[in-house]
């Protein structure tokens, strides 16, 4: 089995027993790389992820208001870790457990 054969099924294994991982992965901002590009702006995150009207679209609490609820119901369930790295742009860095390459970024600038 190839590396990448392996990371597929692996993360298939997880998804099936972490469900709201993959809705963490469809519709909020999980980005597929070991640290977002330097000087990454949230424009340039809000375009990796996928848009919903629901997210983008929620003038209630709005989209950082989502992402934070996720995080919470993430870290209630002890499946991601409290933030590494916060820096001066404003990004918090979560990295998600059983996901050891991504890391989840909410940008608080605004927040």
């Known amino acids: 089995m190839s590396e990448l054969q392996h990371q597929n099924s692996f993360l298939g294994s997880v998804r099936e027993q972490f469900p ?3 809705t963490l992965e469809a519709r909020i901002l999980y980005i597929i790389s070991k640290k977002p590009r330097e000087g990454a702006s949230f424009k340039d995150i809000k375009g990796r ?3 919903t009207s629901s997210v983008f ?3 209630k609490g709005g989209f950082y208001a989502v992402i934070a609820d996720h ?6 369930k002890n499946l991601i870790r409290e933030k590494y ?7 918090l860095y979560y990295q998600i457990r059983y996901y050891p390459t991504l890391r989840a970024v909410l940008y608080t600038h605004h927040s």
Do not use: T
């Not at 995080?71 to 209630?76: A, E, I, K, P, T």
């Open 20 to 22: 709201e991982l993959e």
């Open 49 to 51: 992820l996928e848009p």
């Open 85 to 91: 790295k916060e820096d001066d742009q404003h990004f």
């Open 71 to 76: 995080l919470r119901r993430l870290r209630s």
């Open 57 to 59: 679209g929620n003038k």
